[in-house]
């Protein structure tokens, strides 16, 4: 039978075409498919691959041992699990064939990976928290003034002289008063802010009339002490010898030193010296209008001694003494007054009256009725020669003629009080 794909050629007749006839070689083209078909399959793999690793988001490191661990045997690689399987045609040879060797799929070689490590997460070491910056909260406040030396008060507490500088102060509105004697006071304010600072400079005006309400000091350096139940200054000393002669230019004491008290006075004497003194203070600006010097009253004496103990006081009690002590020596009382029990006997203004002798007997003295008298006055507090309780005691009263008594234990203490 012939093939029907064959040609037949016949040999040429008159009036016709000459049809040669031509074989194909099928023959020969079929024993190349398997070959063929093995390039086609490795192409499509190569292919697939290829598009693989281009799209796998699997680090390279991953993908290089992967490739490394599937040996070479031409089929799919495991990394590939998506792609469509091709099937594998038989390769059978038939008779008079000749059957060439099918070659493997050839896979390009793969440039070596890289070994690169995956990004690991940072982890951050703890941060302490840093501790907020401090912000100051007080401030400081200095204080300078003309003249220098002013004292420095805040509601009625001194806080030093000028200049003076106050650290650690509250942010806020601060009020000071300044004052020096003989000069006008001053009331200032500092605002000051958190952390701040804030310079104030007070100028005085030299005034030397005392103010009243506190203390100062006379023109003959004796410490004058505001008493408000006075409403007048007490001196904080007795009258000493120098400045009893500086007033009068002369000294009747008997145990001589300038800042022993004067002794061997009068009261009439005592009385004048004050009289001086208020002149001499006038003259040089150092008295508020309508204040003149004088002696106490027994009543007001009684005030300033008011508390004061034994302790304070200058006696023979604990021992013999030769003379007074120098004023001031023990400490103070209560009034910032010294030796107002002891030293010497201070004169009082009063005569000693029914009404002086009354009083005595309340505060538990031992006066002489008798003495009841204009002519004889009063003296107070002991005296440096005194040992008995009796004549210490705060409320014995010693009653001498006023122009006759003036011994070795007898002194006084001045007062500035309204003019009567």
């Known amino acids: 039978m012939s093939d029907p794909h064959s040609v037949i050629l016949l040999p040429p007749t008159k009036g016709r075409p000459v049809r040669r006839r031509i074989v194909f070689p099928w023959k020969r083209v079929r024993s190349f498919l398997p070959i063929a078909a093995a390039l086609a399959l490795g192409w499509t793999i190569g292919f697939f691959q290829g598009s693989h690793q281009r799209s796998d988001p699997t680090p390279p490191v991953l993908e290089a041992e992967a490739s490394a661990s599937v040996p070479d045997t031409g089929a799919l690689p495991a990394s590939a699990p998506n792609l469509p399987e091709v099937e594998r045609l038989p390769l059978v040879a038939k008779k008079d064939e000749v059957t060439a060797p099918v070659p493997a799929p050839v896979t390009p070689p793969s440039p070596p990976a890289k070994r690169v490590s995956a990004p690991q997460p940072k982890t951050l070491a703890p941060v302490a928290a840093l501790p907020a910056p401090s912000v100051p909260l007080n401030g400081t406040i200095r204080i300078d003034s003309q003249p220098e030396q002013a004292q420095v008060y805040a509601a009625e507490k001194l806080l030093g002289v000028t200049p003076l500088v106050l650290d650690n102060l509250p942010a806020g509105t601060h009020t000071f008063r300044v004052e020096k004697e003989r000069h006008t006071r001053k009331t200032v304010d500092a605002r000051l802010k958190a952390g701040g600072q804030v310079d104030l400079s007070v100028e005085l005006q030299y005034d030397p009339e005392p103010r009243t309400g ?5 023109g003959q350096e004796v410490r004058m002490r505001w008493i408000p139940s006075l409403r007048g200054w007490a001196a904080s000393v007795e009258t000493t010898q120098a400045v009893y002669e500086a007033i009068t230019h002369e000294d009747p004491s008997e145990n001589k030193g300038p800042e022993l008290p004067v002794t061997n006075v009068t009261w009439a004497a005592a009385l004048k010296f004050c009289e001086l003194l208020t002149i001499a203070e006038r003259g040089l600006g150092f008295l508020p209008e309508g204040y003149a010097y004088t002696l106490p009253s027994d009543e007001e004496w009684s005030l300033l001694a008011a508390g004061t103990s034994l302790a304070q006081a200058v006696t023979n009690k604990d021992g013999l003494r030769q003379q007074p002590a120098t004023v ?32 005595e007997q309340v505060e538990n003295g031992t006066g002489d009725r008798a003495r009841i008298n204009q002519r004889y006055k009063v003296l107070r507090g002991g005296s440096w020669t005194r040992s008995l309780e009796t004549n210490l005691a705060l409320g014995y009263r010693l009653a001498a003629d006023a122009n006759g008594h003036s011994d070795y234990e007898t002194g006084f203490r001045v007062v500035l009080l309204p003019e009567p």
Not at 214 to 218: K, S, V
Not at 333 to 350: K, P, S, Y
């Open 214 to 218: 506190g203390p100062f000091t006379n």
């Open 328 to 359: 001031g020596s023990l400490a103070a009382n209560a009034l910032g007054l010294h030796d107002i029990r002891g030293n010497v006997w201070e004169w009082c203004r009063d005569s000693y009256t029914a009404e002086v002798h009354r009083r």
